[in-house]
C-alpha cells in the first residue's frame, strides 16, 4: 500500500462521516440553510473544535453565494480552500542535521512505538541514528526502547531504572558528538500535563540539550493519540508552555473518526503536525502534509 492510500485509509472513518453529509444533504437541499446546518453538525462530529467548524461555514458561505450550486465537488473544492487560507499561518515543520528530537507527551499515546518508527524513517534517508533512555520511571521503559532500537538497528543509550533521566541525556550527547551522529531522539517518561514537577523536569532535560549540544538543532515534538480528538488539545497548550513545541506526532490516526480536530488545532495553535503514524509496522510514519491531508478527509 502506497503512502497517499495508506493515509486515506487512516482517514476513512472521518471522510465517511463528512461525504455522508454531502451525499445525503444534497439529495434534499443542494446548498442551502439545511446543507449549512447539517455540514456544521458533521463538522463538529467529526471533532473540529465548535469556533473553527462555525468560521469554516460561514467562510464557505460568504465563498459560495449562488444557492443555486448542484456540484458537491465545487462546493467542496471550496472548503478545501477555505481551510486552506484558515491554517495559511501554521509553517510546515522542517528538520535539519545533526537533530535532536526530544519526545514528550501523556502515558499511553505511543511514544516508544513512534521513536522505533521514526529511526526506521531517518535510516531509510541515510541518517544515523542514537536512542536515548530518558524514561527512567517506567518499568522496563528501556527494554522496550532496546528492542525497538534492534528492530530498527541503531544505536541506544541507556542507564538503569531509576537514574537521574537528564543524566541519561548528557551521556547520549556525549555519545553522538563523538561519533558524529546525525540523529538523537530522546525517549521521557509519559506524564500527566497537569504535573508540574514533571514537567520542570523535561525543562531540565532541554536546558542540558542547549548547553551541551548547542550546535544541533534541537526538536520537542509533541505525541498524541487522534483517538482522543479535541481532548488532546489541552495537553498541546499545556506542554507547549512548559517547553515550546516544535511540533506534533500524531498516532492512531487509523482508528478514529475524530480527524477532523487535527485541522481546527492546526488553525487556533498553530504548531506544525510533523509526522503522522498510518498503521502498525514499523514504515507506517509519514511526513505531514496539509493538502493530501484535506484531500483525504473529504
Not at 507527551?105 to 516508544?112: D, L, P, Q, S
Not at 526502547?145 to 543524566?167: M, N, T
Not at 502498525?280 to 496539509?290: A, G, R, V
Request: charged share 30%; net charge negative.
Amino acid at each position: 500500500m502506497g503512502i497517499f492510500s495508506k493515509l486515506a485509509e487512516s482517514l476513512k472513518k472521518t471522510k465517511d462521516k463528512i461525504s455522508d453529509t454531502f451525499a445525503r444533504v444534497f439529495q434534499i437541499d443542494r446548498i442551502g440553510e439545511v446543507f449549512y446546518d447539517e455540514l456544521l453538525d458533521a463538522l463538529i462530529s467529526a471533532d473540529m473544535s465548535v469556533t473553527f467548524a462555525m468560521d469554516l461555514v460561514d467562510n464557505l458561505r460568504e465563498e459560495m453565494i449562488d444557492g443555486s450550486v448542484k456540484d458537491k465537488e465545487e462546493v467542496k473544492r471550496a472548503l478545501k480552500s477555505a481551510i486552506i487560507k484558515m491554517c495559511e499561518n501554521v509553517e510546515d515543520f522542517a528538520l535539519d542535521y545533526p537533530a535532536v528530537i526530544m519526545l514528550v507527551g501523556v502515558n499511553g499515546v505511543g511514544k516508544t512505538t513512534t521513536i522505533g518508527k521514526l529511526s526506521n524513517y531517518f535510516k531509510n534517508k541515510g541518517k544515523t541514528v542514537t536512542l536515548c533512555a530518558a524514561d527512567t520511571f517506567r518499568a522496563a521503559a528501556s527494554d522496550q526502547l532496546s528492542e525497538w532500537a534492534k528492530r530498527a538497528d541503531v544505536r541506544i543509550i541507556k542507564h538503569a531504572e531509576g537514574a537521574d533521566p537528564s543524566a541519561v541525556v548528557y551521556d547520549a550527547i556525549s555519545s553522538v558528538k563523538a561519533k558524529q551522529t546525525d540523529v538523537l531522539i530522546i525517549d521521557t517518561a509519559g506524564r500527566l500535563h497537569v504535573k508540574q514537577n514533571l514537567m520542570e523536569e523535561l525543562k531540565k532535560m532541554s536546558r542540558v540539550v542547549e548547553r551541551e549540544y548547542s550546535e544541533a538543532n534541537f526538536y520537542k515534538l509533541i505525541v498524541l493519540d487522534a483517538t482522543t480528538g479535541q481532548n488532546a488539545v489541552s495537553q498541546v497548550e499545556t506542554f507547549d508552555e512548559a517547553v515550546y513545541l516544535d511540533g506534533i506526532v500524531l498516532t492512531k490516526l487509523d482508528g478514529t473518526a475524530k480527524g477532523g480536530f487535527v485541522i481546527s488545532m492546526l488553525a487556533e495553535h498553530e504548531v506544525p503536525v510533523a509526522y503522522v503514524g498510518v498503521g502498525e509496522k514499523l514504515d507506517d510514519l509519514e511526513e505531514f502534509n496539509l493538502n493530501e491531508f484535506i484531500d483525504n478527509l473529504f
